[in-house]
């Protein structure tokens, strides 16, 4: 085969990193790995040196997902904060994913550690190990990586020989059932504390400094919060009394947060697969944040408040993106893109950029409003129109209003009308059961409505095209969160939500619409672990033990794992998830704040009962949350503060 001189240039330069990386003077685990591989499913997953990365330095930063290199090589936070690191000087990033069960094995069979990506050296050897924590479910695969890097569970157990074990990501808002598990959590968003957090480790480190005068030191950092300097005490009635912070660590720890997104540089070489991931496109973050408040939400809560970056920024950025990775799709990401307050003018001047060039461009999430289609249209110009999807999240308008989703039922109607009319052929609508003040009739609505939705569609199109309509309907299950106005309210039981589904199902229109749910074993375990406390680590070691890794795959789970392990540890997980909580109630996470204010979330807690909506801060006046105030953050659309 002739290799043009552009890709022989390309091979070099991953050939010469890839030597670099593995003659340094840490240990190679290549020589053994490699015969393993013929004898594993998806060996690819276990190929290091694609184009993107870094080259090693002397300071290692272990920067792991818990899960199979396809999921986490997708996520956008393992890269930045790999972009960071690499950043810094003498500093280099080596990824960690959790083989897949077939390696995993074979590994302790053989006693071969856990290897880094990038140098294949043992985990167990980074100067400083960062593991994203992103679902409840993904703890014991936690476990499983510290297992397999032959790295002590124990923070308390490890000695200044081993790396610091330091968590972030979206379930750090209450990373207690993991308190004893980790040196550190970084709370909030990282791309400025993960520096520095590294840079202290390495200075101090070659200092010949200690772990616990390192750890001293980290808490000085906004935004790092270290368990082990916090003492828990709890009354009779199991909950919890107090929360007394030591070694000089503040007695609130505020999340950390970057107040100009245009200070936060995007993936600029991002590291490009030989393999398929879970999203094969290039990521661009538009804005961080969402004010909409619903209810039940924890990222609206925990990422407040908007911080857009500007129409100009994200343009430069994605055509710079999509250049350096050969990409050709590029999806605008945040927890909603279509709020965008430039996104028309955004995606007019990226059609016109990529006009012929078989690029696309695509949000993850739309609003229920005639802009999104508009804006979906001339995003699917040219190319296929494939599925919408949009959250009503209840049946009822009543229900809606309880959990603050301020969408009504005309506007879903009139915006399926729009869609099918401009093209589309599919639709999915997501909803919730299980909320707090819902009656049967509520989940009736969930059918009525999607029976309305249906024949909305099918009178949009000519008749000849009826017949390929098709309208999904997914039913999750509340799981109340930390850090929401929902975090009092108990979890309903795994009978009643089997008896809700039952309702559903009978109210379900019988053709035309495929109705799916979300396993209610899956969705209790997640709530005990949600709501959990310190109490809960002998639980998931135990559960470990048992077998329980890879919890997020439905194939792997097993309530039977979990079940034992309550059992042995004699917890009783009821008292998490099914218990209703007095508004002063001392929760586990109460040393932790979002910036959002203890009396804002009861007060939405109130409203909601009250069936009273809040409107959006971003576009409306101020509600009064205190994230701004106390974060010392502002409200920024189109790159602008606003006034
Ligand atoms: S402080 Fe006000 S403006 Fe800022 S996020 Fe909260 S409600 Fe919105």
């Not at 972030?168 to 957090?197: H, R, S, T």
């Not at 609130?252 to 993936?267: H, L």
Request: some cysteine; aromatic content about 10%.
């Amino acid at each position: 085969m002739f290799l043009s001189r552009h890709a022989e240039a390309i091979l070099k330069a991953i050939v010469r990193v890839a030597e670099n990386n593995r003659s340094s003077k840490k240990t190679d685990l290549w020589p053994q790995i490699r015969p393993l591989l013929y004898r594993v499913e998806r060996p690819s997953r276990y190929i290091d040196s694609e184009w993107g990365v870094a080259e090693a330095q002397d300071y290692r930063v272990g920067l792991c997902y818990p899960d199979t290199y396809e999921v986490g090589q997708a996520n956008q936070a393992l890269a930045l904060l790999y972009q960071a690191a690499n950043s810094l000087d003498g500093v280099s990033g080596e990824r960690i994913f959790l083989p897949w069960i077939d390696l995993s094995d074979l590994m302790r069979k053989e006693d071969i550690e856990l290897f880094t990506l990038e140098s294949f050296m043992p985990v167990s050897r980074v100067d400083i190990l960062g593991i994203t924590i992103p679902y409840e479910l993904s703890y014991t695969s936690i476990l499983e990586v510290l297992s397999l890097a032959h790295i002590p569970f124990r923070a308390k157990y490890r000695d200044d020989s081993y790396p610091l074990v330091i968590g972030g990501g979206p379930c750090v808002f209450n990373p207690e059932p993991l308190a004893d598990f980790f040196d550190a959590f970084l709370i909030g968003e990282g791309e400025e504390a993960w520096k520095e957090i590294i840079s202290t480790d390495k200075t101090m480190r070659a200092q010949g400094k200690t772990k616990q005068e390192i750890l001293e030191k980290l808490v000085g950092i906004s935004g790092v919060y270290v368990p082990s300097f916090y003492d828990v005490s709890y009354r009779e009635d199991g909950r919890i009394s107090t929360i007394t912070p030591t070694h000089g660590a503040p007695d609130r720890v505020y999340k950390r947060v970057v107040t100009d997104m245009e200070t936060v540089a995007p993936i600029q070489c991002p590291i490009v697969p030989y393999v398929d991931v879970v999203h094969n496109r290039y990521t661009l973050e538009i804005l961080r944040g969402c004010t909409r408040g619903c209810r039940f939400c924890q990222a609206g809560m925990t990422y407040r408040p908007v911080r857009e970056r500007s129409a100009d920024s994200i343009v430069k950025n994605a055509i710079d993106g999509l250049r350096d990775s050969g990409y050709d799709e590029i999806s605008l990401t945040s927890l909603s893109s279509a709020d965008h307050s430039q996104l028309e003018e955004v995606v007019r001047r990226l059609q016109k950029q990529f006009e012929g060039s078989g690029v696309s461009v695509s949000l993850p999430s739309l609003r229920v409003d005639a802009f999104s289609i508009d804006m979906a249209h001339l995003m699917a110009q040219g190319g296929r129109k494939t599925g919408l999807t949009f959250a009503p999240e209840a049946g009822s308008q009543r229900l809606r209003d309880v959990i603050n989703k301020n969408v009504t039922e005309e506007q879903l109607l009139e915006t399926v009308e729009r869609a099918f009319k401009a093209g589309w052929r599919r639709i999915k609508l997501y909803f919730m059961i299980g909320l707090p003040t819902e009656t049967d009739e509520d989940i009736a609505a969930i059918g009525e409505l999607a029976g309305k939705v249906l024949r909305t569609a099918k009178k949009s199109v000519e008749p000849g095209q009826r017949g390929g309509i098709t309208v999904g309907v997914s039913v999750s299950t509340l799981v109340p969160k930390s850090h929401t106005p929902f975090q009092w309210e108990p979890q309903a039981t795994d009978e009643e939500i089997h008896r809700k589904q039952r309702v559903l199902r009978d109210f379900m229109p019988r053709k035309g619409v495929n109705l799916s749910w979300h396993d209610a074993d899956i969705s209790f375990l997640e709530g005990v672990i949600a709501r959990g406390d310190r109490r809960l680590s002998p639980v998931l070691e135990a559960a470990w033990r048992n077998g329980a890794r890879f919890d997020a795959w439905s194939e792997q789970f097993s309530l039977k794992r979990w079940l034992d392990a309550f059992e042995e540890c004699a917890y009783n997980p009821a008292f998490t998830a099914h218990r209703a909580r007095d508004y002063d109630e001392v929760f586990p996470w109460a040393h932790l704040s979002t910036g959002v204010s203890d009396a804002y979330l009861v007060a939405e807690a109130k409203k909601a009962r009250e069936e009273v909506l809040t409107q959006d801060c971003s576009f409306d006046s101020c509600t009064g949350c205190g994230a701004c105030q106390t974060l010392d953050v502002d409200i920024v659309l189109g790159g602008e503060k606003r006034q």
